[in-house]
């Protein structure tokens, strides 16, 4: 029987190729191609220098396994394996519970960033302005989309000493740099944060933002553009209203289009650390699902977390589909919701798909005998009706 060994895996869906890991490894353990960053199993010592250096805590993956994935095997990985049932023998040195003894052991070298989750009984607000923003450190710049129409970012930024406590449904100001024609500072352009109060990675308050590169946009270019170590101004935070009720037991209702997934995937994070129990679901539109943002590892979340409904426009040889149309197909799921007062709402995308929201609301309401805008306008007034669009 061949011996039960761990092996130090990095996960191929989390990571931003930032290659961070790489550069601190200082054994040359880690290494990428274009696709992947692998560890080789023939030279990690399992020193743990990777680990606390890793802005997603894409880096914390370790397996039990007889025989090692190799280099080629990693590189080829769209996912990690599951752990495979392993038996160690008396002089395998494994823990028998192997996944958490390497976590354990992982994480005492972290060098103590960890800190406890944030929680806030109302949000922070204007911490930092034009005059006096804060300096954020690009962790990681990562592709998300694979079409060439739509260049959709991932970016992750380290306020570093700075606090900038921030909860997900917020947004922070970007300062693209230079000057306009008269000679003025650029104002802030808005982004909603896509990361979880305690940060893109758990416990190190770090923030993630999801870009969509425009044409001629000035900060969304200046955004899509930037590279690790670079240094970008930030304003923020902001927003007061479109923010996650505090009671677990809450079922949110997203519907988002594009880039107004971000503070839907904020949402979902948070819920998912936070073991809520109140379930969420969720319409999420997009033209294929090569332009669809995060598309990956939202089919990785469990129905009893999110339940998705991902809604494609373009796609060949079908009909298109919005939105409002996938709404109205699932109208009786809808209007259960509509009727509990335990349910929010969330809408967030371009300012063009409200109108076909409405529209497909007034229906689902009328199904059941309400008026659409005396409910909406009631749950607005609770504080469970909330639209950031654009």
Known sequence: MNKAVKQHLIDPEICIRCYTCEMTCPIGAIEHDDNNVVVNADVCNFCMDCIPVCPTGSIDEWRVVTTPYTLEQQYEMDELPEQEEVEAGPADDIDADPIAAL???????????????????KPAINLYNLGKPAKMTVQGNYRLTDDPDHDVRHIILDPGASPFPVLEGQSVGIIPPGTDADGNAFLPRLYSVSSPRDGERPGYHNISLTVKREEKGLA?????????????DVTGPFGATFLMPSTPDAHL????????????????????????????TMFFGARTPQSLPYF??????????????????????????????????????????????????????????????ELAMTSIAESIGEQWTALRDAMREDGRYHVETY
């Open 220 to 232: 969304s270019n200046y955004l899509c553009d930037l590279k690790q170590g670079e240094i970008v």
């Open 103 to 121: 976590l354990a052991e992982a994480h005492k070298g972290a060098g103590g960033k960890a800190k406890s989750p944030r929680t806030a009984a």
């Open 253 to 280: 209702l997203l519907i988002c289009t594009g880039t107004g997934s971000a503070p839907m995937r904020a949402f979902t994070m948070q819920r998912q650390r936070a073991q809520a129990t109140g379930g969420m």
């Open 296 to 357: 990956g590892p939202l089919k990785k979340i469990p129905e009893s977390v999110l339940k998705q409904h991902l809604v494609f426009s373009r796609l060949p040889d079908r009909d298109k589909e919005y939105v409002q149309d996938r709404m109205i197909a699932e109208q009786d799921g809808i209007a259960a919701l509509l009727q509990n007062d335990k349910t929010h709402i969330y809408i967030c995308g371009l300012r063009g798909m409200e109108e076909g929201v």
